[in-house]
Every structure is written in C-alpha cells, then in structure tokens.
C-alpha cells in the first residue's frame, strides 16, 4: 500500500489529461525516465518511491547517450490512477529528470527482459527442462554434467512461464535485468527536448 | 568573463555575482578556506550564528521577508547535519535558501575521514536539489545554478557540498548566464483553456471562494497585487493558509481570516458550503482539509499552483492550472475583463448574508480576565500597539503561534514567518534575526512559547553581537501547550511530559546576554510593558506570564470536516474519537 491512499474528493468528473479518474483500482505502468547520468540520480529516483511509499515491481537503468550524458530509468511500478499521475508529477520535479514517458498509456510499446536461470539435474528432468528451454527459445549459455544456465529474453511474463516450468525441473539460481521497454514505431523520445 | 581563481574564492565572487549582501553561517575546518575570503573582503557580511539550525532558519527569515535566496555557510560533518531542520523546514514552506557545506577534501571522502557526513546523501530528501562538486571548474557554473534552482518555479532550499580540496585548487570561474539553467525551466504561463473554463466558472458561481496559500507569497508583489484586484472586483470572499496570510489585506472587506484546524468559523464554512472553490498557491495540506472524503463537497474546484505534484495530490479538482500565480491570474482578469466584468451579483449578495451569519458568531471571543493575562488578550494588545509600525512578526510553534494567527492583522505580503508545513519549534527566534538583518529599522517581533524558544535561545549571543533588536515576545504558560491541549482532548488528560519543567528566570537569561529583560504578570501593567519593549533600542525578551490552561479555539478536531469545529472548551473534551485520534 502506498502513503498517498486519498479518498474519494470532488464529484466532478472530467476529461482533461490533468484530471486522473479517482479510482481505487491498481494499475501496472512501465515509465521511461529521461535523467541526466550524474552522480545521486539514481538514488533520487528511488529514493523519491521509498520516501514516499511507492510500489517499484522492476527497475533498471544504464547511459543510453554518452555524449549528452543521459541515461534511461526503466521502472515498472503499481498503483491506483491517481498515485500513477503523482509519481509522475513528483519524477518530473527532479532536476536532472528531462522527461517522464508512461509508455503504458502513450501507445503500443514493446517490452523485454532477460534472464539467466540455473537448472540442475540429471536424467528424465535434464531432458525435458532442454526440450521446454527450445520451446521458449531460451539459450544454453552454460552446461556442466549436471546443470544448465539458459538465457531467455521477452516480456515479463514469458521469462514467469518459463521459471514456473522449470521450477519442477531443477531450477536452483536466477537473476533478471528487469524490464526495458519502448514505444513501437519511428516515434523516438529524443534525448533533450 | 573567465577568470582563475581558487574554489573558495569562487564561492564569494559567485555570491557576489548573485547579489548576496548578507550570509548566515559557523566556521569549521572544511570550510575554512572560504571563510578566509569572506575575511578578505566588505560587501559580504556574515552574521556568526551560535548554532547551524539557527543559521539556516535565519536565512529563511531574510528570505521570507525580502523574497531573495538566504544564503547560509556552515561547516562538513556535524556542521551540515546541524543544518537539516531547517533544510526540511524550508523544503515544506518552499523558501529559497541556498546552503554551502564543507566537505573532507575528494581524496577523504569515503574513508569515514573526520568530520565526514555523507551531507548529498542526507540532505537529498530535504532539498529541492544538491551537489557534491568535485572539480573546482564545476563549481561557478554549480553555485550559479543553485541559486537558479532555489528561486525558480516552486522555491526551495538547495544545498552545495563543497570538498576543502575544490576550495584550494585553482580554476576558471565563469559568471552566471541570464535566464539560469537551461535544464530547469518551469512553466509559469498557464493554460489559456483551462483559464477560460474557470473565469466561466467564476461568472456564474453562487458560492464562490479564494483559498489563497504560501504561493501566493512566493510569486512575488505582483501577485499580491492582482489578487488584491480580482477579489475586490469580482467580490469574491477570501481565505487564506497559515503560509499565506499578508497576500490579501487582513484588513479587507473581503477577508474571512485564516482557514484550517485552528482557523476561523467563518472560513471553514464557507469552504465547506461553497460551489466554487479557487486555490492559489496553496496545497491542501491536512491541516486545511480536516478530513479529505468531506472536504468542500460541493463544489467544482480550481487551483493555480506552479508545481505539477501539488495538484490532485490530496484533492481532486476539477480544473487544473500549472503556472506561476502572478502570471494566471493576470490571464485570468484579463479574461474575466474582456468577457464583460460578469458576476452572478444575486446570489453573491446572498451568499455574503450567510457568510456574516457564521461571521456573528463571533469565534475568536474568549473569556477575558482583570487578573491573569490571556494569551489572547496579550496578542490583541501587541497587534492594537505595534499594527502602525514598520512590523515583520515571526513565530515559534505552538498554541501561541495559532493565537498570533488568529490575533494579529497582515495588511502586506513578507510581513508574517513562521513554520507551517514541518511546524518546527526553535525557527522564530533565528528567523526574527534574519528578518531583521534585512530590515534593520524595522519592528521585528518573534511571538513564542517558552518552551519553543528555548530550543534556539543561544542565538541570544547572535542578537547582541550584531546589534539586532528582536524583541522575543514569549507567552509563557509553563506548558508545552499544544501538546497539553491534545492531551485533554485526547488522552484522557494524561498529562504526558508536556510541564515545562525547570524553566530559567528569562529577565535574568536575558541580562545574562547583555540583553534587555521584561516580565509581565498584571494585564493591567501589559501595555506599558508591552511599549517598554517596543521602545527598548535593542534585544528584549518579554516573558509574559499567561493563563496556563487555556486552549486554542476554534479547532476542527482530528478527522473531522470542516463544518464540524469546536468552538469553545466546553465542547472539546471527548470530542476526537475513533480513527481521528490516530491522526497527528
Ligand atoms: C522541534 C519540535 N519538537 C516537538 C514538536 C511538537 N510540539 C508542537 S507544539 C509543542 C509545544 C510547544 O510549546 P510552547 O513553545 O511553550 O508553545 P505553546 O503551545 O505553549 O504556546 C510541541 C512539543 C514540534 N512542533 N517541534
Ligand atoms: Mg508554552
């Protein structure tokens, strides 16, 4: 739950991009956070989502533009309508934020992540967890006698199916980057402007 | 022009750069450098305080009073944690402040060397912005955009960490660009759409109301100025936050006082009946609200405010408008103008015939005596003897700071400080003396409890040295009042470390100083005590002895909305219950 629970105000209801619908729903965003790579950026970003009690499910962040020293924030975060508008409304106060993009409501975006996965096992298992890690398309980046580190990319919930299935098969270690995500089509969020 | 120099150097040509004529600050090892430039030189003063929160606290009194950044040096370590309250304070109250810590020199810095904070770190939650500066040619083109970032859009505190190492090194110094930072640039022309739909809105309101705050102030005098102008010519009733109190003359006709938990009856019910509600520059702090699901039900509600995150964050409202207050409004009676000057008189002239019903009641009365001083009645002798001069009024945090809200009368903008969003106990006293460094013939007044004016009362030795005359006009009911006042009205009269045990004989406190000390017992001696202190040519400390169980009215209690106030003693008791009584 987050702080900022804020009952019901107006009975007004209206349409403008300002004016969130108060509903007590909660909704998965994926935001993309244009910063400037300097020092503290990151921690102003999450720091802004503890001190605050906001909810981050994924978060990862690298220099996308050396020259112009900008990185991207991906983060995926949760909450009702009005908690999505004010977190941001609060990420664009920072200063070295240049923009926030809600890719969830700005058009059709693609989203993807990776991940490694240790399976351990022998026999019947070994074989299978192979079978099922073709069908994902996952790849063997690893292999001993008794184990596999596959790698498999795609949206969040595929690399979920494919740890559920291997879960059963021998899974013993994961790591995952966490979601990067942009819009589809020569639309671009430019660096800057 | 570029031009080397040395860090510390840069620090005072910069500030220079900047129009600062005055700093408030403490030495120590790291920031020794600068301070032996500021040693080296006569347009800069800096006012030695005796402790760091004083010190920033000052800086928001010169800044709440002349509408410039406060400048405050300290020193790394203890220096700048020191300096965080009032860092936290300013960030609420959105007052520009810019702060200058030391730091271990680059090459200490992570080796828990001595004196070593993690300043950025800790001050990142209680500052609008800051910066570590590692190279000294960074730190020009830093210190300019601090003081860029501080005033611009929303004000607040900033704060520049600044390594012994920078300060020594030489580098290219580089003045500051017009204009500020490119990368910070807010918004402050509002949408002409949405001014359009609350002028309409406006024109054919019933009940309509200002609700004016802190932002108002923060604009600037033009601001002030145009409020003043739409509300007399559209007729509008006003009110007005703790922070906001000055923007629309106390005096005018217009004026319904101060809304909120200890505001005024006629104003809380004039929010919560109205059908129009237009907030400028305030943010609808629970202090305001009361509880938020019944807050001002009825109405269609507007808010001009110049920073994206304070609209819809506690209140839904209907229509929104980014932008700097002077610049909105100056749309907004353009609009109102050319569209034909259009009211709805009618229903105005009604809702001004409920309005002085509620005014009838009269909820500021309180029971007076001929034996012991009222606060109430010390703050309405104080207004009627000091409302004609050159007046700035600070606060401490209490029950007093309530009564002077409600007792005292703000005819202009910057004349009023105290702490309204961290409410921090220990800010009047040091604001009083940044105030009056600013204003150095001026009648500067800092209204306070004992209880908080000794959480800052070193700065005694502050006002002496540099001949400031803050008179500290205490009402000293030997409780931490408000705290006592909750605890009769909430927990069962438990009264839970809430004496101001102990306390010092405050004449002998200030003699002790080499200040003026007055006490005062008698209501029938209040008045020539009161022009003793007024007329006394330097420091005074007033120790006004008052009624020590008196409560602070009218009071919307804990979680209840706004036409649910409390307006005398006889009806509090028991009065929070359920949920409200987990509410601060
Ligand atoms: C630094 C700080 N600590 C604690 C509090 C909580 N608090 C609010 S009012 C108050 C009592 C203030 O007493 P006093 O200054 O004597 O004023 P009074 O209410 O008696 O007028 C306290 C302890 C606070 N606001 N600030
Ligand atoms: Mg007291």
């Not at chain 1, 690399?159 to 879960?167: E, G, K, V």
């Not at chain 2, 709805?344 to 019903?357: P, S, V």
């Not at chain 2, 003897?385 to 009024?393: E, F, M, N």
Request: aromatic share 6%.
């Amino acid at each position: 739950m987050n702080a900022l629970q804020i009952k019901k105000g107006s009975t007004k209801h209206s349409a403008y991009n300002l004016r969130p619908t108060f509903s007590d729903v909660e909704e998965a965003h994926t935001l993309a956070v244009l910063v400037d790579n300097e020092a503290g950026v990151l921690a102003r970003v999450i720091g802004l989502f503890s001190g605050r009690g906001y909810n981050i499910d994924s978060l990862t962040v690298a220099e996308v533009d050396h020259t112009g020293h900008l990185s991207r924030i991906t983060i995926v975060t949760r909450g009702t309508p009005q908690v999505i508008e004010q977190i941001k409304a609060q990420l664009g106060r920072i200063v070295p934020v240049h923009r926030v993009h809600d890719l969830t409501v700005e058009g059709p975006a693609v989203e993807r992540e990776l991940a490694l996965l240790k399976v351990a096992g022998a026999g019947d298992k070994r074989v299978e967890a192979l079978r099922l890690a073709d069908i994902f398309r996952a790849s063997v980046v690893d292999s001993t006698l008794d184990s596999f580190v596959f790698e498999i990319t795609g949206a969040p919930e595929k690399i979920d199916a494919f740890a559920d299935l291997m879960r059963p098969l021998g899974l013993i270690e994961m790591a995952r980057t966490g979601v990067a995500a942009l819009s589809r089509g020569s639309d671009a969020y430019r660096q800057g402007g | 022009m570029a031009r080397q120099m040395t860090g510390a150097r840069m620090v005072v040509q910069a500030l220079k750069d900047q129009g600062v004529d005055t700093v408030f600050g403490y030495p120590g090892g790291a920031v020794l450098p600068i301070y032996d430039e500021i040693f080296q030189q006569n347009d800069i003063q800096h006012i030695l305080v005796r402790h760091e929160q004083g010190a920033v606290h000052a800086a928001e009194g010169y800044a709440r009073s002349t509408g410039k950044p406060g400048v405050v040096l300290v020193t790394s370590g203890p220096g700048a944690t020191n300096a965080v309250t009032g860092l936290a304070d300013a960030l609420l109250d959105s007052i520009p402040i810019v702060v200058l810590t030391g730091q271990v020199p680059t090459f200490l810095i992570g080796t828990d060397g001595f004196q070593e904070a993690d300043t950025v770190g800790i001050t990142r939650p209680c500052t609008k912005h800051n910066w570590l500066v590692k190279e000294t040619d960074r730190l020009p083109g830093i210190l300019h955009e601090a003081f860029h970032v501080a005033t611009a859009g929303r004000p607040g505190p900033v704060l520049v960490d600044i390594p012994k190492d920078v300060q020594f090194a030489t580098g290219t110094y580089t003045a500051p660009v017009k204009g500020g930072s490119k990368r910070y640039q807010p918004q402050v022309k509002g949408d002409m759409t949405e001014i359009n739909e609350l002028v309409e809105a406006l024109e054919s309101a019933k009940k309509p109301i200002f609700y004016t705050g802190g932002g108002v102030i923060n604009s600037g005098g033009a601001a002030s100025q145009l409020l003043r102008e739409l509300v007399e010519a559209t007729g509008a009733p006003i009110t007005s936050t703790l922070m906001g109190l000055g923007a629309y003359p106390g005096t005018g006709k217009n004026w319904l006082g101060m809304l909120g938990m200890h505001g005024l009856y006629e104003a809380n019910m004039a929010m919560h009946d109205c059908d129009l509600l237009i907030a400028v520059g305030a943010r609808f702090d629970d202090r305001i609200t009361g509880r938020t699901d019944a807050f001002s039900p009825h109405s269609v509600k507007a808010h001009i405010d110049i920073d994206p995150s304070s609209i819809n964050k506690v209140i839904r409202v209907d229509i929104p408008i980014v932008g700097d207050v002077a610049h909105v409004l100056e749309d907004m009676l353009k609009v109102w103008k050319s569209r034909g000057r259009k009211m709805n008189r009618e229903a105005l002239t009604k809702w001004w015939a409920q309005i002085d019903k509620w005014r009838a009641v009269d909820c500021l009365q309180f029971r007076n005596s001929d034996k012991i001083i009222k606060p109430q009645h010390a703050l309405q002798r104080l207004e009627a003897l000091t409302k004609d001069r050159d007046r700035y009024i600070t606060t401490e945090v209490g029950q007093h700071q309530m009564w002077a809200a409600q007792y005292l009368t703000f005819d202009e903008p910057k004349r009023w400080m105290t702490s309204g969003g961290l409410g921090t106990m220990g800010y009047g006293f040091p604001a009083s003396i940044g105030v009056q460094m600013a204003h150095r013939d001026a009648l500067v007044i800092n209204v306070a409890g004992e209880a908080s004016w000794m959480m800052n009362m070193q700065e005694l030795g502050t006002a002496m040295q540099f001949r400031l005359p803050v008179k500290q006009f205490i009402l000293n009911n030997e409780r931490l009042g408000m705290v006592r006042q909750w605890q009769q009205l909430l927990h069962g009269e438990r009264y839970s470390s809430s004496w101001s045990e102990s306390l010092p004989d405050f004449v002998k406190l200030a003699e002790a100083f080499g200040a003026k000390g007055i006490q005062c017992s008698d209501p029938a001696d209040l008045d020539d005590a009161i022009m003793e202190m007024v007329n006394h040519d330097g420091p005074v400390v007033f120790d006004c002895l008052v009624e020590k169980h008196e409560n602070c009215f009218p009071m919307i209690p804990s979680g209840e909305p706004h036409n649910k106030m409390l307006l005398g003693d006889a009806a509090a008791t028991d009065a929070i219950q359920g949920a409200g009584a987990a509410l601060v």
